[in-house]
């Protein structure tokens, strides 16, 4: 819980404030935007500024049922009930973001996709009892995609509640952790007439994207979005190797989509796949000259 003795000093006045044991995961703001804010001075969220409406209440409370560490108070209650079971968020097209973030992934995102061939949990979110109940009343889980083995969180737990076949590649670890189908090599795997493994690795040794549609790429922590609309990706967390990542970047341009929905760092969404393209081009080309930090 909270506490409003380590309330930081940047906080906007109000109900809602962060304490000092946030850990800068970025779900609050990915959450409500409109009311949590970095704070670069102490490189921590902070509420920019208190909600102003109804809706902004609403999603301010589901930042704080999902944020990680717990680092989210307020004395305001009154939607305390309903954000709980709010989540997952829809995106678009079955897909949905489901918050409630565990503090073992570093407060990475999750995501789960309903369609006909069965459900699928991309990586791990906390396994909160009114998720888990939510995620129930969508069709439960057939698949668990762990993009990496840094996401993994509460994955035993979704598998026994829901039964489901956890996938996941070798070199992650996957055998270890008792994951039913295991990936090996650099392939592309086919998982349903909708769904393909692709590993990227890089980040770490085992990293795996996961295409939907054509449409929809879900990526672990191997790119995201940045606030600018440009993709990202960092050799501060290249945990496995900076180039083999650099080749791997360059391998996406054989996949059509227009999402990006990362792990770590904002989901993006181009106009069309051809502007995505664009955007994966020219982070190839800032990876291979060098001018990715
Ligand atoms: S969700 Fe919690 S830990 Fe993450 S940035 Fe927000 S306040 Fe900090």
Same mark, same amino acid.
């Given at each position: 819980?909270?506490?409003?003795s ?26 409500a935007? /409109? ?7 102490v &490189?921590l969220? =902070?509420v920019?500024?208190? %909600? $102003? *409406? ?17 680092s989210i108070?307020?004395?305001?209650k ?9 989540l ?9 973001f489901?918050?409630?973030a ?5 407060? /990475? ?7 006909? &061939?069965?459900? =699928?949990?991309?990586d791990? %979110? $906390? *396994? ?65 007439v909708?769904?393909?493994?692709? %590993?990227?690795?890089g980040?770490?040794?085992?990293s795996?994207?996961l295409?939907?549609?054509?449409r929809?790429?879900f ?10 609309g440009t ?12 180039a083999?990542?650099?080749e791997?970047?360059?391998r ?20 069309? %796949?051809q ?5 994966v081009?020219?982070?190839?080309d ?8």
């Amino acid at each position: 819980m909270a506490r409003a003795s380590a309330r930081l000093v940047r906080n906007a006045p109000g109900d809602f404030y962060v304490d000092d044991s946030c850990i800068d995961c970025a779900m609050c703001r990915l959450l409500a935007p /409109a009311v949590f804010r970095r704070d670069d001075g102490v &490189g921590l969220s =902070v509420v920019g500024r208190q %909600p $102003r *409406a109804d809706g902004e209440r609403l999603r301010a409370s589901m930042a704080l049922v999902s944020c990680p560490t717990s680092s989210i108070g307020t004395a305001d209650k009154g939607f305390a009930r309903a954000a709980a079971h709010a989540l997952p968020d829809p995106v678009e097209e079955g897909v949905f973001f489901c918050g409630y973030a565990s503090e073992k992934s570093y407060g /990475a995102s999750s995501y789960l996709v309903v369609r006909d &061939g069965g459900n =699928v949990l991309v990586d791990s %979110p $906390r *396994a909160a009892a009114p998720l888990m109940d939510r995620i129930g009343e969508l069709g439960g889980v057939r698949f668990m995609f762990l993009s990496h083995k840094d996401d993994v969180a509460d994955h035993a737990k979704y598998a026994a509640r829901f039964g489901c076949d956890r996938i996941m590649h070798g070199d992650d670890g996957a055998a270890r952790l008792g994951v039913e189908h295991v990936l090996e090599g650099h392939a592309e795997v086919r998982l349903g007439v909708d769904l393909v493994a692709i %590993p990227l690795p890089g980040h770490t040794r085992g990293s795996m994207a996961l295409l939907y549609r054509d449409r929809f790429l879900f990526t672990g922590d191997h790119v995201w979005g940045e606030d600018d609309g440009t993709l990202e990706a960092s050799r501060s967390v290249a945990w496995y190797s900076w180039a083999k990542q650099a080749e791997s970047m360059a391998r996406l341009l054989d996949y059509t989509f227009e999402w990006v929905l990362p792990g770590h760092g904002s989901p993006l969404r181009a106009d069309s %796949p051809q502007q995505m393209r664009a955007k994966v081009e020219a982070l190839v080309d800032r990876m291979r000259d060098g001018r990715r930090a």
